[in-house]
């Protein structure tokens, strides 16, 4: 089960929102998926989590920031991943949660990343541009290299 981790990469943008943003950012995510509760934290950071109703049970919850909006960074592919790729990749995390195929396993964080910007790009096709669909293939593909660059570090360090 997540615990809110941070799921979009650093540099992306860090400004408070305006109220139109705000109200855009709401607009994407009902359109792609309306059935997922979703809010606004004006100080925090874009994250699928599992929250607590009043009577303490457990609902699933997309809480976004400034850093739903990209970043100025070019050479990170998540950087520049546009609005509706990463509301795509956070309603994604609610329906492999749903689905239960997330990686919980911390050592597999990145993979369960990279799965998560996959099953967006696949299950909200008909509802990104093709360059939405490719900033999360891209943005699948730089997770991939660091889980492999983790891997690598942590074998040479084993020597």
Do not use: C
């Not at 059935?35 to 934290?41: L, S």
């Not at 929250?51 to 049970?57: N, R, V």
């Not at 509706?84 to 050592?107: C, G, P, S, V």
């Not at 541009?129 to 942590?154: G, K, N, P, T």
Request: hydrophobic residues 35%; aromatic residues 6%; without cysteine.
């Amino acid at each position: 089960m997540s615990t809110g981790r941070r799921s979009l990469l650093a540099g992306r943008h860090s400004q408070p929102l305006t109220d139109e943003e705000v109200r855009r950012a709401y607009i994407v995510f009902n359109g792609l998926d309306n059935k997922v509760a979703v809010r606004y934290d004006e100080m925090g950071y874009t994250r699928w989590h599992l929250a607590l109703d009043d009577e303490g049970h457990e609902f699933s919850e997309i809480a976004f920031g400034p850093d739903l909006y990209s970043g100025s960074g070019v050479v990170d592919p998540n950087s520049s991943l546009g609005v509706t790729a990463a509301a795509a990749h956070e309603l994604m995390h609610h329906h492999r949660w749903h689905d239960k195929t997330e990686l919980q396993e911390e050592e597999l964080r990145l993979i369960d990343e990279t799965l998560t910007s996959l099953g967006a790009a696949l299950r909200y096709r008909l509802h990104l541009s093709d360059s939405d669909v490719l900033q999360l293939i891209s943005d699948a593909m730089q997770r991939l290299q660091l889980f492999v660059d983790e891997h690598r570090r942590s074998k040479q360090q084993a020597k």
